[in-house]
């Protein structure tokens, strides 16, 4: 997706394919907040916004979210760094 995005180009995933999963999150540990993706949705869509402050609270008050939350981001991590590897 992110050489999509560099380049100005759209990514096409699976039509009608329902997205179970956090977007952004790496931007809640980043010091300046910033994501390192977009997303854009041909359809309207149902959201749930998570601001830092609030994301904060649960870190700190649900032990559980917060390890699930670094085993995702590290497993994208890992993905992306394969999938890089591939590419090269």
Sequence with gaps: ?????????????????????????????????RRV?????????????LDYDRFKELY????QFGFRLLHLIVARLQRDNARAAVAT
């Design 1 to 33: 997706m992110r050489d999509e995005d560099l380049q100005g180009l759209p990514f096409v995933g699976a039509v009608g394919k329902l997205l179970e999963t956090l977007l952004g999150e790496i931007g809640l540990f980043a010091p300046d907040g």
């Design 37 to 49: 993706m977009t997303v854009r949705c041909k359809t309207d869509v149902e959201t749930a916004r």
């Design 60 to 63: 700190f008050e649900n032990p």
